[in-house]
């Protein structure tokens, strides 16, 4: 059971919006920044958003981040078939004597 | 360009210790802005943080895993190294080393699956 609750699995056409929460609580999300990671499949995790709304080098527009209260949203436009991929969203829990938590991770399906 | 890569052995014994390296190119080791991280993946399952280690030594792990994890800096060899001990079927997983800044994982490596089976 994960710290950080995220839906198992989103679906939506090519050229479509699709949002993916990330729930938490004060000791996590509430009081730290939000990551969110872009996993292919068989390939290592790669960061595609920090500090809650920040993209890395290379990572397009299409995918933005935010934060309210105890939640976390990643959402991705103008869907692609290459964005089929897991989610995941990370963060700091102070409650867990000082760790990195992750959410268990959301399958991006595009039909 | 970073790159990551992780070495060891791909099959480990239960009750027995679990050892694995990352070695690190395009970059040092030593570096001030950043620590370095381990993460595993249980086959079909999500991503779980073991712990991190500073150029300096010092470490910060998992609370869940911190009895049975050493993670250790070699700044002479641009390496760093996780040890698992008394693995159990559970510890079956893809481990990634990864370079960590202000809590976020940057840059991976391919990761390395690992099985604990007699």
């Known amino acids: 059971q994960s710290v950080l609750t995220q839906p198992p699995s989103v679906s939506a056409a090519p050229g479509q919006k699709v949002t993916i929460s990330c729930s938490g609580s004060s000791s996590n999300i509430g009081n730290n920044y939000v990551s969110w990671y872009q996993q292919l499949p068989g390939t290592a995790p790669k960061l595609l958003i920090y500090?809650?709304?920040k993209r890395p080098s290379g990572i397009p527009d299409r995918f933005s981040g935010s934060k309210s209260g105890t939640s976390a949203t990643l959402g991705i436009t103008g869907l692609q078939t290459g964005d089929e991929a897991d989610y995941y969203c990370g963060t700091w829990d102070s409650s867990l004597s000082v760790a990195q938590v992750f959410g268990g991770g959301t399958k991006l399906t595009v039909l | 360009q970073l790159q990551l890569q992780e070495s060891g052995p791909g099959l480990v014994k239960p009750s027995e210790t679990l050892s694995l390296t990352c070695t690190v190119s395009?970059?040092?080791?030593?570096?001030?802005?950043?620590?370095w991280g381990w993460i595993r993946q249980p086959p079909g399952k999500g991503l779980e943080w073991i712990g991190s280690i500073y150029y300096s030594g010092s470490t910060y792990y998992n609370p869940s895993l911190k009895s049975r994890v050493t993670i250790s800096v070699d700044t002479s060899k641009n390496q760093f190294s996780l040890k698992l001990s008394s693995v159990t079927a559970a510890d079956t997983a893809v481990y990634y080393c990864a370079r960590e800044k202000y809590y976020d994982f940057w840059d991976w490596g391919q990761g390395t699956l690992v099985t604990v089976s007699s």
């Open positions: 395009g970059g040092s080791i030593s570096s001030s802005s950043y620590y």
């Open positions: 500090e809650n709304n």
